[in-house]
């Protein structure tokens, strides 16, 4: 589906499955442990809300999609966390799997632990991928990392 993103994943799937490179340090495999998920779900009827069903991690969910009520440039994920504490964001990228700059305050930070399991993560979507097809990362980070990769029809 992205070409570009498969060393991304085959490297983050080498990581969790243990075969890491001789020159990274092994003090903590807890530390290293990182997983990509790519879907081939393709959103394009987000901005009245849509649910995802099928996008669940032993870390967090994605519950669901739509737009900021009235503002269509304003994309918001939906999901739950799974009692880890950590923080989860967004960013945009092109199909060809270049990051597109996202201005300070323009991208929300959901911050989640064991009483705080639901969340919001907002992004304005960049000037460039409006009326485009692109990808969003939604990310959770904590002690261990991990990653949605969906391909979105901004």
Avoid at 14 to 29: D, I, K, N, Q, R
Avoid at 33 to 46: G, I, K, N
Avoid at 89 to 104: C, N, R
Wanted: zero cysteines; aromatic letters at 12%; proline letters at 5%.
């Amino acid at each position: 589906m992205f070409s570009i993103w498969l060393p991304l994943v085959m490297t983050s799937f080498a990581l969790v499955f243990g075969a890491m490179p001789s020159h990274v340090p092994t003090t903590s495999s807890a530390a290293w442990m990182v997983a990509v998920q790519e879907f081939d779900a393709f959103l394009q009827d987000w901005k009245n809300g849509q649910t995802l069903a099928n996008l669940r991690h032993p870390l967090f969910d994605l519950t669901g999609v739509s737009a900021v009520s009235g503002m269509m440039e304003i994309i918001r994920f939906s999901g739950e966390a799974h009692g880890q504490p950590g923080e989860i964001t967004l960013s945009f990228y092109t199909l060809e799997g270049d990051k597109v700059f996202s201005p300070p305050g323009s991208v929300s930070v959901a911050r989640v632990d064991e009483k705080r399991r639901e969340f919001h993560v907002t992004g304005a979507i960049p000037r460039v991928l409006r009326g485009r097809t692109g990808v969003v990362q939604v990310t959770f980070t904590g002690e261990k990392r991990a990653s949605y990769l969906l391909k979105v029809r901004f």
